[in-house]
């Protein structure tokens, strides 16, 4: 580079805004995620290459795309890059993935990811719901020792929806807290042990047979589970070996031989709760993402934008 060039460059560097110079800086150190993570998936199709589309292995290089290389399959003869069939597929601006995560994390109303990144609102939404994909996705496979269990609910919502199937909630009026009733709410199940492995599931209803269905071959035999004792749950545990304990908190019983108890679950779902007023109303539809959102972020160890980025590899082609 000219030494012109470079005062020029050097001169244009103040007008960055704070994210363009946190992204500038991880570039010069080669700290990059981003990159990182796209050089890997070059690396991975260069050692087992295969078409996203149909899984051919006979690939060839076809040019560059957004600096990423571009395949071509010689069998479909479809184009593809590293990302596709990823999260990451079709999203532009790497650069700014990195601190879309980062405010995701900040957990940030949309709007305002869309305004600290500079995107549109359409986009942040677009972005969030690719970026949560994988959390979402992400539940415990084994749960074991004392397992607590138990339901809380959401109101149902068709918010963002334009066709709405039915009659919105007057605001002021309160839905009625009690019965189930399928109209207005949806039950979410969560179960975790005391290793905080956690398995969280939106269920049609609290039955054996939803139960059964969310949690088959994840109960390790011969664990305790505890519960309110909703029928349902005496039934799951008869079906998969597990002893039962029953807390009646109503009724005064909130602990049993000082380890029984469904505290952890309850607490969970009372940060759940507070963290999501937030967003004020989350569509039914979109409920599981945000469940695994808080999940995820309920991990202190998963607090930072790499590690929620990383992941996004584990989605690849499955
Ligand atoms: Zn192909």
Redesign the pocket.
């Known amino acids: 580079m000219l030494p012109a060039q470079f005062t020029k460059l050097i001169a244009e560097l103040e007008h960055l805004t704070d994210s363009q110079t946190r992204y500038v800086e991880k570039l010069l150190k080669g700290t990059d995620s981003v990159s990182q993570l796209i050089t890997e998936l070059e690396e991975r199709m260069v050692e087992n290459p295969e078409?996203?589309?149909?899984?051919?292995s006979l690939?060839n290089r076809h040019g560059k795309v957004n600096k990423m290389q571009r395949y071509r399959?010689?069998?479909?003869?479809?184009t593809f890059v590293a990302t596709t069939a990823t999260p990451l597929a079709r999203l532009r601006y790497k650069e700014l993935w990195l601190e879309y995560i980062r405010c995701m994390l900040d957990s940030k109303p949309l709007r305002k990811c869309a305004e600290e990144c500079g995107l549109h609102l359409e986009t942040s939404f677009r972005w969030r719901h690719r970026f949560l994909a994988l959390p979402s996705a992400l539940n415990a496979s084994k749960l074991e020792g004392i397992i607590e269990a138990d339901e809380t609910l959401f109101p149902y919502s068709e918010k963002g929806s334009k066709r709405m199937t039915r009659q919105p909630r007057k605001r002021g009026v309160k839905a009625k807290k009690r019965g189930r009733s399928k109209d207005d709410w949806v039950p979410v199940l969560t179960v975790r042990d005391r290793a905080k492995n956690t398995y969280e599931a939106v269920v049609p209803s609290v039955t054996s047979a939803a139960l059964h269905q969310e949690l088959a071959g994840k109960l390790e035999k011969d664990s305790v589970l505890c519960s309110d004792g909703y029928k349902p749950y005496i039934a799951l545990s008869e079906k998969n070996d597990l002893i039962h304990k029953r807390l009646d908190v109503a009724g005064g019983v909130k602990v049993i031989d000082k380890v029984f108890h469904i505290q952890n679950v309850n607490a969970y779902h009372s940060r759940l709760k507070a963290w999501i007023k937030r967003f004020h109303g989350v569509a039914t539809k979109y409920l599981e993402h945000y469940l695994g959102w808080f999940r995820f972020m309920d991990n202190p160890e998963n607090l930072n934008e790499n590690r929620l980025f990383s992941i996004q590899q584990q989605l690849i082609r499955t």
């Open positions: 078409c996203p589309h149909c899984h051919s690939i399959c010689k069998n479909c003869g479809k």
